[in-house]
């Protein structure tokens, strides 16, 4: 209700003292009744105040009472006529300073007669608007059911309400538009005021201007996880979320495309214990026959080079769904992934390659630009990225091993200070053998498990039985290049500990520790255990 349809009101004879047709348009709210000279405490935003001016014990009293509503973000102002059988002039003086449409009620309407009439208008349109509501959900659903997809109702909101609309995931996923996509860049700044909104609908600069951002599905979801309806005003400065005609719509839209999220998510959950399974194959063994069954099954085009990516969240502790989901998210845009978790719980995805460059360009440059998008929901956590270059079937082991090392390097290197985003998001490649280790993580595992072995098991077994920690102090002897002094200072040992037990390590290995073949041989071994 407007504050027009107040003035038109049959039989209550109320006055515009100051306003224009533009005042006029303005939503009428809820009517707050008082003569306290101060009502701003109990006065919300977008509310109309009714008065009898019982507050005015002179004209001083007009031009610091309109100023209070004004600041209060009061829609208009209401005053009777008894009490001075008219309007003080400095009233309507301090309603034109401060641009506050004032009208006026006559003498022989009440207060009373004046709220019953526009609670009952408000009563009538909410019931209104909930028919007209539940009649455009049922038809939204039919849509949906008969076949319509998520872009032919957001086109079809689009048009009734004739505003641009879309819907966006929290990784600058476009899920359905009703326009052109957004660029990159205007992804980057829209998700940056939509990740710390408080509160929904939200207000939002666009690329058209001014818009409004509906959250899809309840509020206690992980805003990191969260799908969002936009919709873009016609000009800045509308009124867009005080007008409800317009705003219903789009919370239906928004309540079908949290059902369209879960219609399409459900397989996905309902796969993910298969992608384990297969996750933990790769793990053993990749001559293994079934594993490319399970991938096609799985959804996976395996006529397209494969790349593995690995996700390890660093911080406070993350829910390993999250990591999983999050992962899940992020690489949707590049082709229909499959996502799940190996066997030390970070989140794997194989992606198999698009037919053109993903958004924002190769694989690892997209990926971390969507995950990089999702830091502010994620406050004290870095996600550290490994990406293996594309390869075939029979190569999926090796790249898993190389995306594995790859986040490892990501999480060992220090951060990039002339990278601000490198403190949230660290990516390592492992498209190229950059490194010995790097390069053996290529090979099958049974040789792996064979080299290591044959080095370090008589280590291993030693040991096992008598508790010497010998591959912890070869361990940090390699790491401190050898020395025995740094050594003893990083494991807290006598200097005599250190050598014997580096010692008895040649002794049980066949290897001299002081040649560089033998030391590499070692370090190798020493890794791929």
């Known amino acids: 209700m407007r504050l027009a349809d107040l003035v038109a009101a049959p039989g209550l004879g109320i006055r515009v003292l100051h306003g224009d047709d533009d005042d006029l348009a303005r939503p009428l709210g809820w009517i707050y009744t008082t003569d306290l000279p101060d009502p701003s405490r109990y006065l919300t935003s977008g509310q109309t105040l009714m008065t009898g001016m019982m507050w005015r014990a002179d004209e001083a009293d007009s ?13 208009a102002l209401i005053v009777g006529d008894a009490l001075f059988d008219h309007v ?22 009440s207060f009373a007669r004046v709220t019953e009439y526009v609670a009952g208008q408000q009563t009538q349109q909410r019931l209104g608007r909930l028919t007209e509501g539940l009649v455009r959900q049922r038809q939204l659903l039919a849509e949906m059911a008969a076949g ?15 505003l641009g ?57 992980h805003r990191a996880l969260a799908w969002f309806v936009l919709a873009d005003h016609p000009a800045a400065g509308s009124e867009f979320r005080d007008d409800p005609e317009t705003v219903h719509p789009f919370n239906e839209l928004a309540a079908i495309a949290a059902l369209e999220r879960r219609r399409t998510e459900d397989p996905i959950r309902a796969r993910r214990e298969l992608a384990d399974q297969v996750i933990a194959l ?22 397209r080079p494969t790349t593995v990516v690995v996700l390890q969240a660093q911080g406070p502790p993350t829910a390993r769904g999250l990591t999983i989901s999050l992962l899940g998210e992020a690489v949707g845009q590049l082709s229909t992934p499959v996502v799940g978790a190996d066997t030390d719980g970070h989140a794997v995805a194989l992606v198999s390659g698009a037919a053109q460059d993903p958004p924002g360009g190769e694989p690892a440059i997209a990926v971390r630009r969507a995950l990089l998008r999702v830091t502010p ?20 082991a090796g790249a898993l091993r190389a995306a594995r090392y790859a986040r490892l390097m990501a999480t060992g290197r220090p951060g990039d200070p002339a990278d601000p985003a490198d403190r949230s998001v660290r990516v390592a490649s492992g498209d190229r053998a950059t490194s010995a280790v ?83 041989d070692v370090y190798l071994a020493l890794h791929l255990l």
């Open 438 to 520: 790097m390069l053996l993580s290529a090979v099958p595992d049974r040789l792996r498990r064979s080299f290591a072995g044959a080095v370090l098991d008589d280590v291993v077994d030693y040991d096992r039985r008598t508790g010497a920690d010998l591959l912890v102090t070869l361990r940090a002897f390699l790491d401190c290049n050898g020395s025995w002094s740094r050594t003893a200072q990083q494991l807290h040992l006598h200097l005599n500990t250190v050598r014997y037990r580096i010692t008895r390590v040649e002794e049980l290995t066949g290897r001299d520790l002081s040649r560089t073949d033998d030391r590499a």
């Open 88 to 109: 003080p002039g400095d009233v309507v003086l301090a309603c034109r300073r401060w641009n506050l449409p004032l009208l006026a009620v006559p003498t022989h309407v």
């Open 377 to 396: 929901a994620l406050p004290g956590i870095r996600l550290d990225l490994g990406v293996s270059r594309p390869t075939d079937p029979g190569g999926l």
């Open 282 to 303: 790769l793990d053993e063994d990749a001559d293994r026959p079934e594993i490319p069954l399970l991938l096609r099954q799985l959804g996976l085009d395996l006529d």
């Open 63 to 75: 031009d610091p009472f309109v100023r209070r509503l004004v600041e209060s973000g009061a829609a």
């Open 165 to 221: 609309c879309r819907v966006l995931s929290s990784t600058g996923r476009q899920i359905a538009a009703s326009g052109s996509p957004l660029t990159e860049d205007q992804l980057d700044r829209l998700l940056a005021q939509l990740l710390p909104a408080q509160r929904f609908p939200a207000q939002v600069s666009t690329p058209a201007g001014d818009g409004t951002a509906f959250l899809v599905g309840p509020a206690s979801q």
């Open 148 to 162: 319509r997809t998520l872009d032919e109702l957001v086109r079809r909101i689009a048009r009734e309400t004739g």
